[in-house]
């Protein structure tokens, strides 16, 4: 249920006028720290002028580490105060169904014009036909890796791994050269979940059956997935990354210490942002030095599992309009197109009009990029729907948990066990 509280746009934004707001309003917006640094400069240096120019707010944006929107977000639901728009991650929206505003008419809006929001966009915002939030952004996730150490093994970009066989094949050689893989089984927002769900599709696996309540993880499949995860780890990844959270594996591949890792473009941005940081063990740009590929595929098929963002006004609010106004406004193409460009290729729009937005005829290196958000044909959930149970469990980290059990000793019948009575508790 939402909370009611704004009105439609359409007709301002049709006179080619901002929205009229209440003189002195003041919005408080909760966001992440964007791994494309120069994205956050252009919102609090750029956008927050805007905004007190053309609509006549003060606005406050206040960015933190992701992992900490979460909690965050259920404290200021506890004490019914804090920012009027927080920022949630993946399917978390879910979680708050009936403590967000009305942002129907916003949403709306910002589809029409762009052509159409990406299912996983829309999925992650709604429940039961309702907006819970105004879609932001789409960040998918490639694997990100050194074109050179490759190559010392007789791999590239046209004969990458295929299947999770070939690649935990290329990992083991690399790892022997002292080149690991990189990847986290830690408890954070983004490249966990990016990793392991589409793992765990690839051999069969799944949470629950069709009818979104049956608990059907602990599956053959899922057995040996999990049996090869523990061999993959093995030889491949460096023990370092067991713990990382989503800003440790860009520092490590950065500084040559890993040469594989699932990720979105932003270790390539790094690197060519700051050229003569970042070299080679022999003094080339490291930018220069990267290639992506998407993940390996398994006996049941190739998934990925980009990461939706979405901005809800809190029902908690007293400017729920304004707010609701504000994220239309900003999310109008004439405003969002500036930060959509400042991605540089990191993120894809929420709606299909920015496939053809010209930062993807900057750099080849970014265009499989352009496309990450229609890879996503299978969500939290699956094989039920993506709702609150859900993206509780992604919230709980039940699918990545389960990995990190079977990495630490647990035995993969035991693990899988484990996991389907948490997701049982989760589901009833």
Known sequence: MRIAGTGGLAAVFAQGRAPAFAQGTKLRWLRSFDFVPASDRVLLETIVPQAQKALGVALDIEIVNGNDLEPRTAAAIRASAGPDIILAVNNRPQLYAGHVGDVAAACEAIGKEGDGYYPLAKIAATTGGEWLGVPWTIVGALLTNRTSWFAEIGVDAHNFPQTWE??????????????????????????????WYPYLWSWGGKEVEADGKTVAINSKETVESIKFAVGLWKDCYTPAGYAWDDSENNRAFLMGAISSTNNG???????????????????????????????????????????????????????????????????????????????????????????????????????????????????????????????????????????????????????????ERQLAKIYA
Do not use: C
């Not at 983004?190 to 990793?195: K, M, N, R, V």
């Open 166 to 195: 070939e690649y935990r094949a290329a990992g083991k050689a690399l790892k022997a050269k002292g080149h690991p893989f990189g990847q986290t089984l830690g408890h954070t927002f983004g490249d966990a979940p990016a990793f």
């Open 265 to 419: 473009a932003s270790i390539y941005l790094a690197a060519k942002h700051k050229p003569q940081a970042y070299l080679t063990e022999k003094g080339k740009p490291l930018w220069q030095d990267i290639f992506h590929a998407p993940l390996p595929k398994g006996p049941a098929g190739r998934f990925a599992f980009p990461a939706p963002f979405t901005d809800m006004v809190m029902g908690y609010s007293q400017n729920r309009k304004a707010a609701a106004d504000l994220l239309r406004w900003v999310g109008s193409p004439q405003v969002y197109a500036a930060w959509f460009a400042s991605q540089q290729g990191y993120s894809d729009g929420p709606t299909r009009i920015w496939e053809n937005d010209p930062v993807w005829h900057k750099d080849p290196a970014v265009q499989p990029f352009r496309t990450a958000a229609q890879l996503a044909t299978r969500y939290a959930g699956y094989a039920g729907p993506s709702g609150r149970a859900a993206a509780e469990a992604v919230s709980r980290y039940v699918v990545t948990d389960m990995y990190a059990r079977a990495v630490q000793g647990m035995t993969p019948e035991n693990v899988a066990q484990w996991a």
